[in-house]
């Protein structure tokens, strides 16, 4: 089996695969002074409670935007799984051609998404992230990874409204507000980001997509918040909440 491990700023993701079967996941707050003791103690808790032996993870796969924490899971791999570990580099396989302009910045999880977009939806994509930051990709037809935009993600912007404001309560975005005009001021926040974090989002594909002259191109999302979202995008044909995890499993299988 092979455990995938996103290590993203606010939340990690973790997926336990038999062969190409995403057996289990699971998404955990992520905390940047974890000791390799205690995510051990995480992980194996999660995999007892899945009934999936210690013994059975024969390599460990991870991408990270917190180098401290990629670390403690190297080490994990080591002392609990006794297992081989790999990190998503830029020195990694991807059959992508990295046109950024320093392929080195690209964060870990924009070509991991990009990965798992080729193998199961084809080229040329836009890929939306949304998650701390909210990230909008473009990939050619020929597989060159062109770059995007970034903005700030949906809960981020929210709680710095909250905090910066006295009167606004803090709402569930998971509750859909009822029209745009909403009459109440929960239903207003929920308008204001739902409704216009969509039209942001359909923006960028439509000029990402004016830019590559790729009129036929397939929009995929992913990311936490993304259902909340997604369903209010016009441009959108896809959501896959586990793209992050698929894409691990593939660079797994082209770099072991």
């Known amino acids: 089996m092979l455990l995938a491990v996103d290590i993203g700023n606010t939340q990690t993701v973790l997926g336990v695969f038999e062969g190409e079967e995403l057996r289990e996941r699971w998404r955990v707050t992520t905390e ?24 059975d993870v024969e390599a460990l796969i991870a991408s990270s935007v917190v180098p401290g924490l990629t670390r403690s899971y190297e080490d994990l791999a080591s002392k609990l799984f006794r297992a081989k570990f790999y990190e998503v580099t830029p020195r990694m396989e991807t059959g992508l051609d990295n046109r950024y302009e320093d392929p080195g910045s690209v964060g870990a999880d924009r070509i991991v998404n990009a990965v798992a977009t080729g193998r199961y939806y084809g080229f040329p994509a836009v890929i939306v992230d949304i998650g701390t930051a909210t990230t909008v990709e473009a990939v050619d037809g020929d597989g060159c990874y062109l770059g995007g935009a970034i903005f ?56 990402l997509r004016a830019e590559m002259g790729a009129h036929d191109l397939r929009a995929v999302a992913t990311g936490g918040p993304a259902p909340v979202i997604a369903r209010h995008c016009e441009e959108i044909g896809v959501l896959d909440p586990d793209l992050t995890l698929k894409g691990l499993r593939l660079l797994y299988e082209m770099n072991a």
Do not use: H
């Open 152 to 207: 700030t993600g949906l809960n981020v912007a929210l709680d710095a409204l909250i905090a910066r404001t006295a009167k606004l309560p803090s709402v569930d975005l998971a509750v859909d507000p009822v029209r745009a005009i909403a009459t109440n001021t929960p239903d207003s926040l929920r308008s204001g980001f739902i409704y216009g974090y969509a039209g942001a989002i359909d923006a960028l594909i439509r000029r």
């Open 32 to 55: 940047a002074n974890r000791t390799a003791d205690e995510v051990g103690a995480v992980c194996a808790t999660l995999l007892n409670l899945a009934g999936i032996p210690l013994g």
